[in-house]
């Protein structure tokens, strides 16, 4: 009797998925080394936990392959690059990432509807939700960024930025809950 719930294409898509998100924390470990080294311990903070948040989100899409009765495919991660050479630099390859991120879990949401896998398409709605957040909180990091003056911010200003993100909250706040009384 066959037992594994997932088609070829969505095991081999979730499992390229899981190596996408292992991928994923390699990058904020290797920017949050970075940061950490230059002296931004409250952003090398930030960036350390949203590390152990991409491996996570790896463990999730492992789980659930085992759980539908799918083989799990361990990869080889890729190196995650050379080391910014500044602050902007830094926030833009964490945006880049997301970015991609989220179009490879759009590509399995439309297989999984195309193939009326419904509790694949189920279970990736947590991760479309998640990406949202991501990527607001990406882009508002950039945004910090390009207000404190970018590639030129002054000290002072970068020593404000990482006092902010040491206690800065891992999420951002959900366009679904916006309302005329708080936007």
């Not at 066959?2 to 998925?17: D, G, M, P, V």
């Not at 492992?62 to 630099?89: D, M, T």
């Amino acid at each position: 009797m066959k037992t594994n719930r997932l088609s070829k294409t969505i095991e081999a898509a979730l499992n390229a998925q899981m190596t996408k998100e292992a991928y994923a924390s390699q990058i904020y470990l290797a920017q949050a080394s970075w940061a950490a080294g230059e002296g931004y311990e409250g952003i090398g903070n930030f960036l350390f936990r949203h590390a152990h948040e991409e491996r996570n989100h790896m463990m999730k899409f492992l789980e659930y392959i085992l759980n539908r009765g799918g083989k799990v495919a361990i990869a080889a991660i890729a190196a995650p690059g050379k080391n910014p050479s500044n602050l902007q630099e830094c926030f833009n390859k964490v945006f880049e990432q997301e970015v991609d991120n989220t179009t490879s879990i759009y590509k399995i949401v439309k297989m999984s509807m195309d193939e009326e896998d419904w509790a694949t398409w189920n279970f990736m709605q947590w991760f479309v939700k998640e990406q949202v957040e991501e990527e607001t909180l990406s882009l508002n990091l950039l945004d910090k960024i390009k207000i404190a003056g970018g590639e030129k911010a002054t000290d002072e200003a970068l020593l404000e930025l990482d006092k902010e993100l040491k206690s800065m909250a891992d999420e951002a706040p959900s366009a679904r809950n916006a309302t005329t009384e708080n936007p």
